[in-house]
Structure formats: structure tokens, C-alpha cells
């Protein structure tokens, strides 16, 4: 029988971050319990308040604490233009750029046949209804370039345009700053075909 249990625990927990193995879980935890107890005790709080607090916004799915979150609340936000991203962590980063001012829907997750992931479990009907409101007049793909993420876009983009609307996909290229000969070829290649 351990007598570390509860630091055994603390390690399993820890590995169900992505990327984090069985090393970097150890490490993360002694390095809590050694030198940062207060951290470890702030951490566990903040985890369970989000836990209980964060759900979903009824219109978009990102988090919030709300019913609906403040972008969808904020009426200076272009309701004519839905831009649809995998996660969260998308929508982030594209809030970040301060180049769009429309709104979002959010699928938490891309379809992935061999994971059993398909359109029902990515919110494709609650995307349709949303972009089907009458006031939605295009929908920008913004799903990752991986393969997955080609596939839900191309999924998304047939499902979209046969209801009328205007659907967009994210442009791809060669990144600004960026020299030719270290660029990857199938971003060269993206970025010959959809030259403009």
C-alpha cells in the first residue's frame, strides 16, 4: 500500500492536461507541494469555480458565467456576420486581433470520423438555426487548417450554402515576415492557388 495516495492522485490529475505526460505531472506536483502550497490551494479554488460557474452561452457555446456571453450581449457587434471556430481558444485568439466585429459560434470540437466525433456532436443543428435567424447574411469558416478541420469547413460550407447563405473561408498563405525557402510547401502551394 502507498503511502503517497493523495500525491498519486494529484499526478493522475495533472495528466489530463494535453501535453502534460507522466514527468511533467510529477514535476508540476512537487513543485506545488514544495514550494508553493498557497498556489496549490489557489489553483484547486479557481478550478472548482469555474467548474461550478463557466457553462455555455445559449447563442454562441463559448464560456461564460452568463446566459448568454458579452459578445453576443453587445449590440455594436455586426449580427450579419457569424464567424464559426472549433473552440474557445479560437474565438480568443480571434478577438484578439481586433479585425472582426461580428459575433461567433463556437463548435467545441471539428469532426473526426476516426475519434467518433460527427455533426451531432458538433453542434451542426444549432449552428444552422443560428445562421438560419434571417439576420445572419454570411458565415466565415474560421476551423483550423488540419484535416479535420478542412473536413468540418467543407461539411459546414455544403450544409450552409444550401439555405441561401453566404459562406467565406479563412484566407491561408505565407505568413507576413516570413521568408519563402523556411515556409512549409503545402502553405506555398495554399498560397499560389488562392493568390488574389
Known amino acids: 500500500m502507498s503511502d503517497t495516495h493523495s500525491l498519486d ?9 494535453p501535453g502534460v505526460g507522466v514527468r511533467s505531472a ?3 506536483a512537487f513543485h506545488l ?28 457555446h463559448t464560456f461564460t458565467e452568463g446566459e ?7 449590440p455594436r457587434r455586426d449580427a450579419s456576420k457569424l464567424c464559426v471556430v472549433e473552440t474557445p481558444a479560437d474565438q480568443a485568439a480571434l478577438e484578439r486581433t ?3 466585429n461580428g459575433r461567433y459560434f463556437v463548435l467545441m470540437g471539428r469532426l473526426s470520423p476516426l475519434d467518433g466525433i460527427g455533426p451531432g456532436d458538433i453542434g451542426i443543428d444549432e449552428l444552422l438555426a443560428r445562421a ?40 491561408r498563405g505565407v505568413p507576413a515576415g516570413s521568408e519563402l525557402e523556411y515556409v512549409d510547401l503545402g502553405t506555398i502551394a495554399h498560397a499560389l492557388v488562392d493568390r488574389h
Open 98 to 100: 481586433a479585425a472582426f
Open 33 to 60: 507541494l514544495q514550494h508553493d502550497r498557497a498556489g496549490a490551494l489557489q489553483l484547486a479554488r479557481a478550478l472548482e469555480g469555474a467548474v461550478q460557474q463557466v457553462r455555455h452561452c445559449t447563442l454562441c
Open 9 to 17: 492522485t494529484l499526478v493522475q490529475a495533472l495528466r489530463r492536461l
Open 132 to 171: 438560419g435567424d434571417g439576420v445572419v447574411r454570411e458565415v466565415i469558416l474560421a476551423t483550423n487548417f488540419t484535416a479535420e478541420g478542412e473536413a468540418t469547413a467543407h461539411v459546414l460550407a455544403q450544409a450552409l450554402k444550401s439555405r441561401g447563405l453566404a459562406v467565406t473561408r479563412l484566407a
Open 68 to 74: 448568454i456571453c458579452s459578445i453576443c450581449a453587445d
Open 26 to 28: 510529477q514535476r508540476m
